[in-house]
């Protein structure tokens, strides 16, 4: 976890793919490490595990849903809440 850091979501209008493709998505996660925006497992295109699957060290999203205060580790299948 040492390579997550506070980030600032590219696209915190959407999902960056489905904003590209003009597809819709459910929830928004943002990557920790670089700031992808990509949609949740429950959308169509799961653009956000797409993106932690494939780039190595990737691994940690959080919600950017309003009210939402939570993170996901993709490798481990976490969640992390915070303390």
């Known amino acids: 976890m040492a390579q997550a850091r506070p980030v600032t ?3 915190p ?3 960056e793919e489905c ?11 943002a990557c920790l490490v670089c700031g992808h ?10 653009h ?3 993106h932690a699957h494939g780039t190595p060290g990737h691994d940690l999203a959080r919600s950017i849903e309003p009210g ?8 481990d299948e976490l969640l992390l ?3």
Not at 19 to 29: A, C, D, E, M, P
């Open 19 to 29: 904003l590209r493709i003009g597809s819709t998505w459910v929830h928004l996660r």
């Open 37 to 46: 925006v990509g949609c949740c497992d429950s959308s169509p295109h799961r």
């Open 68 to 75: 939402e205060d939570w993170a996901w580790c993709y490798a």
């Open 81 to 83: 809440l915070p303390s």
């Open 13 to 15: 209008e959407g999902c």
């Open 48 to 50: 956000a595990s797409a």
């Open 9 to 11: 979501p590219n696209t």
